[in-house]
């Protein structure tokens, strides 16, 4: 994965992707670095993942570079701000003091989208775009309102601040209330806001459901254990049966591996559900008998799709068919490490708080000067074990941390 990568070198540009990869995925990758070191305590990379996040915070500290502006939406904002959240709750190495710290980062990235709720179409929401001249303006799309729900519900729980409580109550509400998530926990892609939101975009992705998951599964750890959020958790849990293969526990992207026309993007969306399925194992012990059967699975199943390249460890894209597929690239790459690595979560300390161990500085008013030209002015709402330990072999667990070096440093 990190073979891709050359911001890191003199003359290039920090935290960027070369093409052909959009700017939203290389926060996803630094997302899936810091998960790495967190994981197996190897730093290599952390010195080139934290000039890569600073570098793309933006003068107003909340990831609105200006060269950016044709590309950003409030979805690839918001995956540079769970990367930055994900530092906060992983303690991972602070920034000097005179730089934007990792929660004040994400607060920008929060305080900013809430800027952008917009009542003017379908009772609320984001709209997928932030600048009206790029193309999806006027889509409001599931990831740019699950990324701004994850965050909200994260940021809840490192602060345990009931404003950001409030949001993530309110954008689940209104995901339930478009449709965009069904009565059986299925999540469809998003909607027209020119045509009210009356019609749904009924593709399913991944990471549509991860970041859901993700968000709940923090606001059940938030509101201790409420029973409203442990159905939620639950119902996505079991709804999650769309993107495992023929009851195989494979995880495989339905909407395009099939039919094999999966495009760059959609190509890393399984890293983000194994990521985030992992982390709901920590936030909502009682998941963890459903969900690590799916991860044990699906990474040994993803070992046999890594076995490509002239080094014989390059991985592809589908996980069922054992056997690598010849499709490579960031995505590919950064899925089976993330799957690998994801089995190790019942050896890792839970994410920290600030009451808890957390050491991030955070910044409440952080963000809200890069506000994009469809914003209004902020609002205000008022108001683990180690899982799977007895039944992962010592050889088994060997071949992951294996897996997840070999996929990184590919």
């Given at each position: 994965?990190?073979?891709?990568?050359?911001?890191?070198?003199?003359?290039?540009?920090?935290?960027?992707?070369?093409?052909?990869?959009?700017?939203?995925?290389?926060?996803?990758?630094?997302?899936?670095?810091?998960?790495?070191?967190?994981?197996?305590?190897?730093?290599?990379?952390?010195?080139?993942?934290?000039?890569?996040?600073?570098?793309?915070?933006?003068?107003?500290?909340?990831?609105?570079p200006?060269?950016?502006?044709?590309?950003?939406?409030?979805?690839?904002?918001?995956?540079?701000?769970?990367?930055?959240?994900?530092a906060a709750e992983r303690n991972f190495p602070n920034p000097p003091a005179s730089k934007p710290q990792w929660l004040s980062l994400a607060q920008g990235v929060f305080n900013s989208q809430a800027a952008r709720w917009d009542t003017e179409t379908c009772a609320g929401g984001l709209k997928w775009q932030i600048f009206r001249f790029n193309r999806g303006y006027n889509y409001k799309n599931?990831?740019?309102?699950?990324?701004?729900?994850?965050?909200?519900?994260?940021?809840?729980?490192?602060?345990?601040?009931?404003?950001?409580?409030?949001?993530?109550?309110?954008?689940?509400?209104?995901?339930?209330?478009?449709?965009?998530?069904?009565?059986?926990?299925?999540?469809?892609?998003?909607?027209?806001?020119?045509?009210?939101?009356?019609?749904?975009?009924r593709e399913q992705w991944t990471y549509n459901a991860g970041v859901y998951l993700h968000g709940a599964a923090s606001m059940y750890n938030y509101t201790n254990g409420d029973e409203v959020w442990r159905e939620r958790v639950q119902g996505i849990v079991d709804g999650l049966h769309t993107f495992f293969y023929n009851?195989?526990?494979?995880?495989?992207?339905?909407?395009?591996?099939?039919?094999?026309?999966?495009?760059?993007?959609?190509?890393?969306?399984?890293?983000?559900?194994?990521?985030?399925?992992?982390?709901t194992v920590q936030l909502a012990p009682f998941t963890r008998d459903l969900i690590m059967p799916?991860?044990?699975?699906?990474?040994?199943?993803?070992?046999?799709?890594?076995?490509?390249?002239?080094?014989?460890?390059?991985c592809g894209l589908k996980w069922t068919t054992g056997q690598f597929d010849g499709s490579i690239g960031v995505g590919e790459q950064m899925a089976a490490m993330e799957i690998f690595q994801s089995n190790l979560i019942g050896s890792v300390n839970p994410p920290v708080s600030a009451d808890s161990g957390g050491t991030s500085k955070g910044d409440p008013s952080a963000g809200v000067g890069g506000k994009g030209e469809s914003?209004?002015?902020l609002r205000h709402i008022t108001l683990a074990d180690r899982a799977g330990a007895g039944v992962v072999t010592a050889l088994l667990m060997m071949g992951i941390v294996g897996g997840s070096y070999f996929a990184i440093s590919e």
């Open positions: 994965m990190t073979a891709y990568y050359t911001g890191h070198r003199p003359g290039d540009v920090p935290g960027n992707l070369p093409l052909p990869y959009y700017w939203w995925e290389a926060g996803a990758m630094f997302g899936a670095l810091i998960d790495y070191w967190f994981y197996t305590g190897d730093d290599t990379w952390n010195e080139a993942t934290m000039q890569a996040l600073l570098h793309q915070a933006s003068p107003t500290h909340n990831f609105m200006p060269n950016q502006t044709k590309t950003e939406g409030n979805d690839d904002q918001g995956f540079w701000g769970m990367a930055a959240m994900t599931t990831i740019s309102n699950g990324c701004f729900f994850n965050i909200a519900s994260r940021l809840a729980l490192y602060t345990k601040n009931d404003t950001y409580a409030e949001w993530a109550i309110k954008t689940w509400d209104w995901t339930k209330r478009i449709g965009l998530v069904t009565p059986d926990y299925q999540f469809f892609d998003g909607s027209d806001d020119k045509l009210n939101c009356s019609e749904l975009n009851k195989t526990d494979i995880m495989f992207e339905v909407t395009c591996e099939p039919k094999g026309n999966c495009l760059v993007d959609q190509r890393s969306f399984k890293a983000y559900l194994a990521r985030w399925m992992a982390a799916k991860l044990r699975a699906s990474a040994m199943a993803a070992a046999k799709a890594c076995t490509g390249g002239d080094n014989g460890a390059t914003e209004e002015e």
